[in-house]
């Protein structure tokens, strides 16, 4: 069974600008949560959605929003960027809401220069 | 504002010793502890899950759970070389995200 994908791996952009990021699940999953990690923070809950609802959501602002699809596709996006943005953002499924077992994808890098 | 906190290490073990790894967390209606590890560069992978008070073992992890004190461990045995990595508490509550420590290094010297 493939593994959470998350596209793209690397990206680059400067301040101002908006990014949408991609997570795929492991087929059958139904939950996934986003996080923020930094080497300053460590790993930060920035959303989970279950059957396209959002469950909970971390404390992040407004310009971090998601969404999930039918098929638990999801998406991230972040609005204005600012440089302390700059973070691997993990995408993890889970075959039910959490605390089911999660499993993590490889990361997008973002970095906001 | 709920906490999960761990040493920051880096623990450094010789290979074939037992590394100790702890976690304390504020909520005391946390329900759900797991264990992750993060290689470098690399995305986290679940060690452990633990729900009860006690001990588990799997092979030569055994996380140990009391909530009256609110504190996990995660013991490994005859620690490898492989076994170097960043080692993440993560605490649930029913309903709630799951909260992460900011993660113990560990590294096991051959």
């Known amino acids: 069974k493939a593994g959470v994908t998350q596209t793209p791996r690397y990206l680059i952009k400067t301040r101002g600008q908006q990014v949408t990021l991609s997570c795929s699940p492991i087929s059958g999953h139904r939950s996934v949560s986003w996080y923020q990690q930094t080497p300053g923070q460590g790993l930060q809950f920035l959303f989970e959605y279950f059957s396209e609802t959002q469950r909970n959501k971390g404390n992040f602002p407004g310009r971090f929003s998601g969404r999930q699809f039918s098929n638990s596709r999801s998406e991230m996006n972040v609005s204005t960027l600012e440089l302390g943005d700059s973070a691997l953002y993990l995408c993890?499924?889970?075959?039910?809401?959490?605390?089911?077992?999660?499993?993590f994808g490889p990361g997008t890098r973002l970095t906001v220069l | 504002q709920k906490e999960v906190e761990q040493n920051s290490g880096p623990l450094s073990v010789p290979e074939g010793a037992i590394a100790s790894l702890n976690c304390t967390y504020s909520?005391?209606?946390?329900?759900?502890f797991f264990w992750y590890r993060q290689y470098s560069g690399k995305s986290p992978e679940l060690i452990m899950s633990?729900?009860?008070?006690g001990d588990k073992e799997d092979g030569r992890f055994t996380a140990q759970l009391n909530k009256a004190s609110q504190y996990v461990s995660l013991l490994i045995r005859d620690s490898q070389p492989s076994d170097s990595a960043t080692y993440l508490c993560?605490?649930?509550?029913?309903?709630?995200?799951?909260?992460f420590g900011k993660g113990t290094t560990l590294s096991v010297s051959s």
């Open positions: 909520d005391r209606g946390s329900q759900s």
């Open positions: 993890a499924s889970s075959l039910g809401q959490v605390p089911d077992t999660q499993y």
């Open positions: 993560a605490v649930n509550q029913a309903g709630t995200a799951l909260i």
């Open positions: 633990i729900y009860s008070n």
